[in-house]
């Protein structure tokens, strides 16, 4: 079935370097592309989405981009602070039944260490 | 946070009893979905509704059913709890779409032993 694959599962960095968090998606109809973070015990937050459109997306230390020809997409934080860990987890639509639904990835556990 | 509560927040059962979640929203908005997460699994479609009394399967649906008979309030009945079920239930919402930004609540962990 249509699945969405993210990797690593764990990352763990020191506090002011970047992490890349990266995702496939098997769907090429798929034109919409929300990651979330998650916090210990807490629903997941959205934090930065993308569609087909466009090919980056930044909001100031996040980034996302797009390639749609290889049919994945990442998740870039910059100048990583000890509040950035936690789960995240990237998403991608997917047309089922008449209806776009998301189909997650399984999550990526980020530790930055200070 | 949107205005989405969840209840209860956690909940012990044992196996072969019913049990019911409840989302209720305050923000008027037209779709509500459940979610379980998994270690591993990552979150996975239970049931979705896209307006009052119009609800649809997602792809771990076996042993549940939702109602929705107000625009604000969806829920989750586990008919006979087992401890496959065992899991952290989200129910989230959305304004427009499913491919709109998803809200979600704060979760139920729930246990069945």
């Known amino acids: 079935g249509e699945n969405v694959e993210q990797h690593p599962s764990t990352l763990s960095v020191q506090e002011g370097d970047s992490a890349v968090i990266k995702c496939t998606y098997s769907d090429s109809a798929s034109n919409y592309f929300p990651w979330y973070k998650q916090e210990l015990g807490k629903g997941p937050q959205l934090i930065i989405d993308i569609r087909s459109n466009v090919g980056e997306k930044k909001d100031q230390r996040i980034a996302v981009t797009l390639n749609k020809t290889a049919k994945h997409f990442s998740l870039h934080i910059t100048e990583t602070q000890p509040e950035d860990s936690a789960v995240y987890f990237c998403a991608a639509s997917l047309i089922s039944g008449g209806y776009n639904k998301l189909i997650f990835g399984a999550g990526t556990r980020l530790a930055v260490h200070p | 946070d949107a205005g989405i509560t969840q209840s209860p927040r956690h909940k012990v059962t044992e196996t072969g009893t019913p049990v019911t979640l409840r989302c209720h929203q305050t923000e008027n908005h037209r779709y509500m979905y459940w979610y379980r997460q998994d270690p591993g699994h990552g979150l996975r479609l239970i049931h979705y509704s896209y307006g009052v009394k119009d609800t649809d399967k997602g792809e771990v649906s076996d042993g549940y059913s939702v109602s929705r008979s107000k625009t604000e309030d969806f829920l989750l009945t586990l008919e006979s709890a087992t401890s496959s079920q065992t899991s952290v239930y989200f129910c989230?919402?959305?304004?427009?779409?499913?491919?709109?930004?998803?809200?979600f609540g704060p979760g139920t962990r729930l246990t069945v032993l």
């Open positions: 989230a919402i959305s304004d427009t779409s499913w491919a709109d930004t998803q809200y």
